[in-house]
RNA sequence: GGGCGAGUGGCGGAAUGGUAUACGCUAUGGACUUAAAAUCCAUUGCCGCAAGGCUUGAGGGUUCGAGUCCCUCCUCGCCCACCA
């Protein structure tokens, strides 16, 4: 027997390039029947890929494998998300042009991805920042424009006032630029949006459709619209329109001392227009905005605001109540205005007493009468309506109905909802990214790019400086235009638009990553979509997912799919934790595969990311660790290559066979472990307690190999062989190339890979003995082998007779069995 | 403040309400070796010489039986957060 390592250095890069060259993975998809898209999500492209990123595409390449195994027709695509910050900001800081980095990291990246035996069909690969698929990207947004679904305003942006940049809000570390750490305010831009809130409710209510997603992401999505149902009321006004509001709790209005409206209000200037203090508003306000968005909405921040000198109307007390303006109050969230009831919300109480505005009860606690004056907090709880005209005595549920009834009835009010969700700010003042497809015409106005001008090309001769808007802004080549309507002089928008709208539609263009006339070819896409398994990251569990989704059913409605969730199942992988941190450049506590793959192999590094823990929960990552899953390969090869020296069969003819005893408990033991397995690989899934149980079966067969496999009975041998055949089955998804070695070890020809998952034989499993655990009171106190086909009669005359047992019965009479069958048996007696 | 998770050996972690600590790492002892590495064998939750007792963050409850179900609390992690 050989002491050596296995030779992973050769056998590694001979199965991937036999992969390649039997083009595994690369899928027809005209065939549509047993259809698998198995997608993972495409990765930025950064320059060098650390095991926690590996964790992935691992995932990824064991469940495209193992399906593939199962017979199905699997789809697994890559890509690269390939527009972004990193790159730019490199750019600025004097590197590369971001379109040579970026292509050079892809090439790195595919290099790594090649070398780890994550197998894809390369011929599907789609680049985010190339024009053959930035031009779909565009035509996706004119299509949104067309159906009034994009659409400009001014909008507030995260400003840092030092680089001269707006910055994403994933850029604003602790309310401060992440590059210079200057506190970033709030500037007014005129933005892009996407209309996501139309769709608000059907992404919502679709959530119940996702039952095969984790319930936490959809919970948080749940949350992230955050829909309040309540009531919009008039407030009227002397001489101008009503001001509206929004509020969920209709059952204390009568209790609304005061009004208050956020300082962005667009009716704020013409209701003080003629106020004595205009000018005092006016430079609250403007304080009020200067603040960045943490500042403003930290809970230590202090509730601040001003009287505007008007008062509105109170429409169910009739009575005249101040009209405030307060930095506690956000524009973009219902009305932009709120009735305060100081008794009954905890913001309005604060503001009410720091201002001295009236507190009146309205709602009273059934438990204990509550008094305005004696008041400490808010009492936000349901209870009792008070002080509240007709509507005296009712409990706050039907308060709410009989009143909101009434204001319908009198059109001074209706339900409505209110959600969180804001619209999707979908501009970028920044270069690298896919260009807005929109004209400015002096004469014609806002126009959009006419389709068959597509796409919008990116300039690739820019200078990068840090000006706060996009240097595409000092490109006339780029700027000036004709208008496709007068043919007069037109300029192009500069901004571009963010990275999640690329990312939002990739897994429709890899069914036909090459067309040149449409985004996608609708007919493969809707036979292959929805994608059937779609793993990542859990830190995109809100944004992508929501903006993939509301993509998807735009495009459903304009007729393109016929689909309208894009995702059937979805696995959120954990984070692979190092010292306690998630692994980061910046940390210095990133694991690189490389030097592990050149000790190990690549297989060994694939099994151990497996083996940590269970996949979907983070997991610390041990060097030391890894050796184990080395070792295993090691014993795993070395038994192999024994039992073949040692003249096992070629091929297993169990039918000659009939096992003896120890045969029969490795058989037993090789079907257990393929019956786990399967199940393990099915539904969620459990790589980590997988691999340990084929790992269980190979010490079973290291046992029964013994010590001298000469000695081994003709019987053993072959039943030595099927062990070995259904072992490198268990082991060919995670560690795909010793598989491959070991199969043709075993003489065969065809890539394991085109061999078909094997099926348990369940005779096998069937015992003749079992051991049974004995309780007495629930504590074990002996175990016993018994036959199977034992009666109960019997199973109770040998438990008695147990020196073991009755040691505990101590003469006392069993009060009552308990009999689990085939396992345990507990013997109640008298304390 | 709201929502969601999670707390099991020295460590990563296993356990359809039915033998807690599978599998692996670490550690210790032994075999092989001139020696080391590798490999193989044994031990490895705690207390105890043993019989036995104790042990799944803490405390209660349900049950013949609880890591698992219910209640109260503590700690940690993640997401959201002045959302009317």
Request: glycine share 6%; with cysteine; aromatic share 10%.
């Amino acid at each position: 027997m050989t002491e050596e390592t296995y030779p992973y250095q050769t056998i590694e890069p001979k199965w991937q390039a036999f992969w390649e060259k039997e083009r595994l993975f690369e899928t027809d998809t005209s065939r549509t029947e047993g259809k698998y898209y198995c997608l993972v999500m495409f990765p930025y492209p950064s320059s060098m890929l650390h095991v926690g990123h590996g964790r992935n595409y691992i995932i990824g390449d064991v469940v495209a494998r193992y399906k593939r195994m199962k017979g199905f027709n699997v789809l697994s695509p890559i890509g690269w998300d390939a527009f972004g910050l990193p790159a730019e900001n490199a750019a600025i800081k004097g590197g590369l042009h971001p379109k040579k980095s970026t292509l050079a990291n892809i090439a790195t990246m595919k290099r790594q991805l090649r070398q780890w035996g994550v197998c894809y069909d390369w011929r599907r690969e789609v680049t985010s920042c190339l024009p053959d698929y930035y031009k779909w990207t565009q035509w996706i947004f004119l299509k949104l424009f067309e159906k009034g679904l994009a659409y400009k305003k001014r909008a507030a942006a995260n400003w840092c006032s030092s680089c001269q940049t707006v910055l994403a809000n994933e850029q604003v570390v602790n309310g401060a630029c992440e590059r210079c750490e200057t506190p970033v305010i709030q500037k007014f831009l005129e933005q892009w949006f996407f209309k996501i809130t139309d769709y608000a409710d059907r992404l919502l209510l679709d959530l119940e459709k996702l039952t095969d997603w984790p319930e936490r992401v959809r919970i948080m999505q749940r949350n992230w619209i955050g829909k309040s149902t309540g009531v919009e009321i008039d407030f009227p006004i002397k001489e101008e329109e009503p001001l509206r509001c929004f509020t969920t709790r209709v059952d204390t209005i009568y209790g609304a001392t005061y009004m208050v409206m956020a300082p962005e209000h667009p009716r704020l200037e013409s209701l003080i227009a003629r106020s004595p203090n205009r000018q005092e508003i006016e430079s609250f306000v403007e304080r009020v905005l200067r603040q960045n968005k943490e500042e403003r909405s930290a809970l230590e921040t202090k509730k601040e605001g001003i009287f505007t000198g008007r008062t509105v109307t109170n429409p169910m007390t009739g009575k005249e109540i101040p009209l405030w303006v307060a930095n506690y109050v956000l524009l973009e969230y219902g009305t932009g205005a709120v009735m305060a009831v100081p008794a009954h919300d905890q913001r309005d109480f604060e503001f009410a007493k720091q201002y001295r505005l009236p507190i009146e009860v309205v709602i009273d606690n059934p438990r204990e009468p509550l008094e305005a004056s004696r008041l400490e907090a808010a009492y936000i709880e349901e209870g009792i309506l008070v002080h509240s005209g007709p509507f005296n005595g009712l409990p706050s549920r039907e308060g709410m109905e009989k009143i909101a009834d009434d204001m319908e009835k009198r059109k001074i009010g209706r339900r409505a909802s209110a959600y969180r969700l804001r619209d999707w700010l979908i501009s970028r003042q920044r270069y690298w990214g896919a260009p807005i497809p929109i004209l400015y015409c002096d004469r014609c106005g806002i126009l959009p790019v006419p389709e068959k001008e597509l796409p919008v090309l990116l300039p690739e001769e820019v200078s990068f400086k840090p000006t706060g808007e996009s240097p595409l802004k000092d490109v006339p080549e780029f700027v000036n235009a004709v208008c496709p309507r007068c043919r007069g002089r037109a300029r192009r928008e500069i901004d571009t638009m963010d990275t999640f709208v690329d990312s939002s539609w990739y897994f429709l263009r890899y069914l036909s990553p090459k067309e040149s006339k449409r985004p996608f070819d609708p007919e493969v896409v809707n036979r292959w979509l929805p994608v059937d398994q779609y793993i990542g990251g859990v830190e995109h569990a809100i944004l992508h997912l929501l903006y993939s989704r509301f993509i998807v059913k735009v495009l459903h409605d304009l007729k393109y799919l016929s689909f309208d969730e894009p995702f059937e199942r979805l696995f959120t992988q954990g984070m692979i934790i190092k010292d306690g941190m998630k692994m980061s450049k910046s940390k210095g506590n990133v694991v690189s595969p490389d030097e592990l793959i050149e000790r190990f192999g690549v297989d060994t590094v694939r099994l151990y990311t497996l083996f940590i823990g269970p996949p979907e929960k983070d997991a610390e990552w041990n060097d030391r660790a890894v050796e184990g899953s080395f070792r295993f390969l090691n014993r795993v090869w070395r038994l192999l290559k024994a039992l073949s020296a040692s003249g096992a069969p070629k091929e297993s003819a169990l039918e000659r066979v009939v096992p003896d005893e120890k045969g029969k408990v490795l058989r037993r033991k090789v079907h257990t472990t393929l019956k786990k397995v399967t199940e393990d690989m099915e539904g969620s899934f459990r790589f980590n307690t997988a691999i340990a149980s084929t790992m269980e079966l190979v010490n079973e067969m290291a046992r029964t190999l013994g010590e001298d496999p000469r000695t081994l009975s003709k019987n053993e041998k072959l039943l030595l062989r099927e062990a070995s055949e259904i072992l490198v089955y268990l082991l060919a998804p995670f560690v795909p190339h010793l598989a491959e070695e070991l199969w043709s070890l075993l003489g065969h020809k065809e890539s394991i890979f085109r061999a078909p998952w094997p099926e348990y034989d369940p005779s096998a499993l069937e015992t003749e003995e079992f051991t049974l655990v004995v309780q007495v009171n629930g504590k074990v106190r002996a175990k016993l082998q018994v036959s199977a086909g034992v009666s109960e009669d019997e199973l109770k005359k040998k438990i008695l007779g147990e020196s073991a047992v009755q040691k505990w019965l101590n003469g006392k009479r069993v009060k009552q069995w308990i009999i689990v069958p085939q396992k345990l048996v507990n013997l109640v007696v008298q304390g």
